[in-house]
Structure formats: C-alpha cells, structure tokens
C-alpha cells in the first residue's frame, strides 16, 4: 500500500480521536486519575470475598465512579431485570400522589401467596406514613375471579381484615375449595353474616366496580401468572 496513503489513515484517525474527546468534554483514558491504591486493594478484596470459587474474580476489577467505596452487592439488594420489572409507562395507583403505593396482586387459592401472607402481615405495621399498602385480588379464570369477588364481598360487610387470613386456612388447611357461591355463603355465616346480606354484596354494583378495577390494574400491571 502507498506509504503516503497510510500516513493520512493514521492522521484521519488521531483527529477523530482527538475530536471525540474534546466533544464529550472528557480526557483521554491515560490522562485520567488513577484511584489510590488502598481503594484498589480494598475492592479487590472485598470481590474476592463475596465470589464463589467456581468463578475466580478478575485479576483487576473495574472500578466506576460512585461515593460509597463498598462493592455494589452490599449496596444494592435488589436488582433491576432479576429481582423486580419497571412497568414503562408509568402505571396509576389508587392511592393519593402523595402516597408511596405497595400492591399485592393475590389469590387465595395460590399456596404461594398463602405462604407469604404472614410475612406480609407481620411487615404492615411497621410501614411508614407515606407508604399506602394495597390488596388487589387476581381474576385470570371463573373459580380465581369468584374468590375475588369474595374478597370485595368481605371488604364491602366491613369483614376483610377478619375474614382474609381465615380465606387462606379454609382452602390450604381445611381443603375446602370455596368454589361455589353455595359454599361461601356457608363461609360467610361462621363471621356472621346473614345469607340476604351476604347475597345483596356478593352481586351488588360497588363489588362488580371493584372486580372491574382489579381486571383493569392486573393488565396494566403485566401480572398473567402466580410466583413460580
């Protein structure tokens, strides 16, 4: 290749180079500060000790920008992607704006959420003033939708604090499906209800609203399924 054509590749490329760095307004690589060698011995130790030794950390780690020296796993619990989704946009809450919102989409008759429950209940006490924790009942198929319909029924009598944890014991204690209307209006009279009350919630307009609402929430939500 002609010489003189090599020279003006290799001429075209360092102003480019050079044309970058001075757009993004920062300094070359070699130009910048190293960090100091305590840091570097600090991370790189504290890597090492949180790698399993079937995957050995990298001889040099790479260190970003940041104003806490601790590695990112003690910093950062929950990962975005693994541990939790970000629904993009942004979705509405039923509580006020200035309100953090915490939702449970749950079904009675999932073992998972049965299991969680007591953890859940043990954690409500202790939320904040700014934190508003929900409920919202999964209403995928006929038998999930009626167990919500049930749960608004209990919430419209002024029963759903009694009546909720009880929900969970009759299914996955007492193998007692609660899949008809016949059997919880038989559920319902051990709380004291009233088969004509029972029945005027169960189909009345503010309990179909709130399933309505609950469908509505569940899709803009992206929630199709039970923890697995």
């Known amino acids: 290749m002609n010489k003189t054509l090599v020279g003006v590749g290799i001429a075209i490329a360092a102003i480019a180079i050079a044309l970058f760095f001075f757009a993004s307004g920062s300094k070359p690589v070699a130009e910048t500060a190293p960090a100091t060698e ?12 949180q790698t399993p030794a079937a995957h050995p950390a990298p001889a040099k780690p790479i260190v970003v920008a940041q104003a806490d020296a601790q590695p990112a796993a003690k910093t950062r619990r929950f990962e975005l992607g693994r541990h939790y989704q970000r629904l993009t946009p ?9 309100k ?11 073992s998972h959420c049965y299991t969680f429950d007591p953890y859940l209940e043990r954690w409500k006490p202790g939320l904040a003033e700014n934190v508003s924790f929900v409920r919202i009942p999964a209403v995928w198929n006929p038998l999930v939708r009626l167990h919500a319909q049930a749960f608004y029924t209990a919430a419209y009598l002024g029963k759903e604090e009694e009546m909720h944890t009880p929900f969970f014991r009759e299914i996955h204690v007492n193998n007692n499906a609660l899949a008809s209307k016949e059997a919880l209006e038989e559920f319902f009279g051990r709380f004291g209800v009233s088969k004509k009350d029972f029945n005027e919630a169960f189909d009345s307009f503010d309990v179909n609203r709130k399933l309505q609402q609950a469908d509505t929430l569940a899709r803009r939500y992206r929630v199709t399924s039970v923890p697995v």
């Open 90 to 98: 942004t979705q509405p809450t039923s509580s006020s704006p200035d």
């Open 38 to 49: 305590a840091t570097e011995v600090e991370s790189t130790a504290a890597v090492e000790a």
């Open 100 to 110: 953090v919102e915490v939702a449970e989409v749950f079904w009675y008759g999932c």
